[in-house]
């Protein structure tokens, strides 16, 4: 059957690759024409391309097991497996910047037989009654069987989807990345994506990339005026490496830097289900659900939707594909969705000076911290991780936490400033470069 894959986003090329190689001619449509002559590439409408990424485990697994040419292709581009801590023979990310990914998934859907890609904006969905039967662009239609929608949040049917949920996560962040010198050697690490500190009020996390590059994050309440002020080269330069757990990384006989502090927010989270009013049109990956990046399951959940969409092609008659589609959305993407609601929340009250109530709900973030204090619970949170359980897997040691907490104990935090301490270096660096400038 003709398909047409609206958005060339991750999620969008891995569909059409599937479809593609399973005999369905396919046409992907996106407004980005990719790379300039000059190979550098904005990416219209993307806002968070070049945010630092870290591509979670099942994304690595579908990869590797649908598409390995592309996967080793991802490899030989530079890219890098990350291990849990706990579980270091265990892959549990892909390290890589967001422009050397799409690179790789655009050079293998522009290379791949079956799949004609074009350049221009949907701005419609054709229908026949209750059919989709293609869309429109500016100046013509493109017929099609089936419809896919990986546009995201604000796309192409939102329209003729329910909305389950949409509010926003409530932060904002400031990266700016870097590239270690030939020679030099990594900082220190202890995450997956390379190193985290985890403080109320903000966290910083250091994440490794492609080629030597790395990138720095510092996540804070979008209602924190202070901390916004890192947005600017002077106060990142006088504030960020003077923290002790990051002065390894940025020491200037260690790297350089790669370009200005880029500022960005956390968006929504939203989840929508399909369109069960019509045939002929599915949605998968941010067209379907979106979450706090800072969870970076984003990606990862596309990619799960473009393999279960395939296999649900393969296995259930037309009339069945939204229904199949949305019941496995149901079960795999919106417990994310729930986690990830419950955790912004919960994270944002602890910021805004609610004391830690162990009695209380304890919501996954939580849970995962008392992992470094108990064998258990370390074993039920690396599945957590992992992705390769919703955060159900949880429960079971849910008390265990509990106790962990009332008893007073509390995480190993990196050498860093408070939040406090952190807001009053912003200050003094502020007032200084306004009086230089």
């Known amino acids: 059957m003709d398909v047409v894959v609206v958005g060339a986003g991750p999620t969008g090329i891995v569909t059409a690759l599937l479809l593609a190689r399973s005999g369905h001619p396919v046409t992907v449509i996106d407004s980005d024409p990719g790379p300039d002559e000059s190979g550098a590439w904005q990416r219209s409408g993307v806002y968070q391309f070049h945010q630092p990424h870290l591509l979670r485990a099942p994304a690595v697994t579908h990869l590797q097991q649908q598409l390995p040419d592309v996967f080793d292709n ?74 896919v929608d990986t546009t995201g949040r604000s796309g192409l049917t939102t329209a003729l989807r329910n909305v389950v949920e949409d509010s926003t996560c409530g932060f904002s962040y400031v ?28 966290f910083s996390i250091v994440f490794v990339q492609d080629n030597r590059w790395f990138q720095v994050l510092v996540v804070r309440a979008t209602t924190d005026k202070d901390l916004a002020h890192l947005r600017h080269e002077a106060v990142w330069d006088a504030v960020i490496p003077t923290i002790p757990a990051m002065a390894a990384w940025l020491d200037p006989a260690r790297c350089t830097t790669m370009g200005q502090p880029s500022a960005g927010n956390a968006g929504r989270n939203s989840y929508r289900h399909q369109a069960h009013a ?27 939707g473009a393999v279960a969409l395939a296999g649900i092609l ?29 955790i912004d929340a919960a994270m944002l009250r602890r910021w805004a000076g609610e004391p830690l109530n162990p009695s209380g709900p304890l919501p996954a973030d939580l849970i995962a911290a008392t992992a470094e204090a108990d064998p258990q619970i370390m074993q039920a949170v690396c599945q957590y991780n992992l992705m390769s359980t919703t955060s159900a897997v949880l429960d079971s040691v849910r008390e265990r936490a509990r106790e962990i907490l009332t008893s007073g104990w509390r995480p190993i935090i990196p050498d860093s400033p408070t939040h406090d301490d952190l807001v009053q270096r912003v200050r003094v660096a502020a007032r200084a470069a306004l009086v230089s400038a």
């Open 74 to 147: 991802l490899l030989h581009a530079g890219a890098e497996t990350a291990s849990l801590p706990a579980q270091p023979g265990v892959i549990a990310g892909l390290r890589s910047r967001r422009p050397t990914f799409e690179r790789v998934l655009r050079a293998a859907m522009l290379g791949q037989h079956g799949v004609t890609h074009v350049s221009d904006r949907v701005v419609g969905i054709e229908l026949d009654g209750d059919t989709v039967t293609g869309v429109r662009l500016h100046e013509r239609l493109i017929q099609a069987d089936l419809v």
């Open 175 to 202: 990266s700016r990345a870097y590239r270690l010198l030939d020679g030099a050697e990594r900082g220190p690490l202890n995450a997956p994506p390379g190193f985290a500190i985890f403080r109320d009020g903000y």
């Open 278 to 304: 019509v045939t002929g049109l599915l949605a998968v990956g941010d067209a379907v659900c979106t979450t706090n990046p800072m969870g970076a399951r984003g990606i990862s959940l596309g990619i799960a």
């Open 314 to 342: 393969a296995e259930h008659p037309r009339q069945r594909w939204a229904h199949e589609l949305d019941q496995w959305c149901t079960r795999q993407v919106r417990p994310w969705f729930d986690d990830q609601v419950e």
